[in-house]
């Protein structure tokens, strides 16, 4: 990849465009990139020079979605969730219960690793 420069002043800047238009990146996303810039710092200004972290950072909350539910069709499975017509506090509860289970487990395997 080669570099252009233009001069402003005494300044020379990089000559950088942007190839596509920047995509909307959800919570497991901004996870990511965060967790990128504080602990993989150079594979996060790898892919932002190269202009491929949005594209990374769409993939990873792709399959975050994919995977939480995946993973709450099987948790209800094996645990099912009680009557939330008769005890809706209960079946709240429940869900919510399986929903961290599951987000524990997206974080660990997609977005902190």
Do not use: C
Not at 58 to 68: D, N, P, V
């Amino acid at each position: 990849m080669e570099l252009t420069y233009h001069r402003k002043g005494d300044y020379l800047f990089p000559n950088l465009t942007l190839t596509e238009e920047p995509q909307t990146i959800g919570k497991y996303g901004m996870l990511r990139r965060t967790y990128l810039r504080e602990h993989k710092e150079n594979l996060y200004q790898s892919l932002l020079v190269s202009g491929k972290l949005d594209n990374h950072l769409s993939e990873i909350e792709k399959a975050a979605q994919e995977r939480m539910e995946i993973l709450l069709d099987g948790l209800l499975t094996v645990y099912p969730a009680p009557d939330k017509e008769t005890d809706q506090m209960a079946w709240t509860a429940h869900m919510n219960s399986l929903t961290q289970m599951a987000e524990e487990t997206v974080l660990t395997e997609l977005v902190y690793s």
